[in-house]
């Protein structure tokens, strides 16, 4: 049993709660990504509401290679990177120590939200453009039609990009390293904890 399965004082197994943490996330943007796709969606043009409708597909593939480059990286690089003191190593030591969570938030929350919220997009969406068109008489076809375009665009995208994720981890890790540090502020972080200990 590893550390984190026990707890030191009183002997008992700990049990995780990240599970609860991903629940109120989910449960917060899920609610928000779908207000604002039912009532902003609903009132733009055809070709806009289309458009932002694969932002949300490109952010759905873009979060599985994330979540794919951080569970295959190997640590071992950017241990070496952080010993050199390179900008955005720590940060993606951190990120690689907690993959598992990474690729849920990743994967599991922002992924699969914003493939939920890519459903009630196309289903709006289909009922604009049989509405536009008046293609009324054709709406169960047009509606199916819609619905399996987005999950090919999806699946084979994610196909697609699943080998090139798995082969250039140790870079796309350090891209995504180097923009998160720049928030993170490790450095700052790290002067800090070495004066409190001085």
């Not at 694969?54 to 070496?80: H, R, Y």
């Not at 907690?98 to 994967?107: G, L, M, R, V």
């Not at 049989?130 to 008489?137: L, N």
Request: aromatic share 10%.
């Amino acid at each position: 049993m590893s550390k984190s399965d026990n707890n030191p004082k009183s002997g008992k197994p700990r049990r995780s709660r990240w599970w609860i943490k991903v629940f109120f996330l989910t449960l917060v943007l899920s609610a928000l990504f779908s207000f604002v796709s039912e009532t902003v969606l609903t009132r733009m043009h055809f070709a806009i509401a289309a458009g932002l409708l694969l932002i949300f597909i490109a952010v759905n593939i873009l979060c599985d290679i994330m979540g794919t480059a951080a569970t295959t990286c190997e640590i071992e690089p950017f241990q070496s990177m952080a010993a050199r003191k390179i900008k955005g190593a720590k940060t993606a030591l951190r990120i690689l120590k907690h993959a598992e969570k990474f690729d849920n938030i990743t994967n599991d929350v922002v992924g699969d939200i914003c493939a939920i919220v890519s459903g009630a997009m196309g289903a709006v969406l289909a009922v604009k453009l049989i509405e536009t068109y008046e293609w009324s008489p054709y709406s169960i076809w047009i509606s199916v039609a819609v619905s399996a375009l987005m999950a090919a665009i999806i699946v084979s995208g994610k196909a697609f990009f699943k080998k090139i994720s798995i082969d250039h981890s140790h870079a796309i890790v350090a891209f995504i390293a180097k923009i998160a540090s720049v928030f993170m502020r490790e450095d700052k972080k790290d002067k800090k904890r070495k004066g409190k200990k001085e």
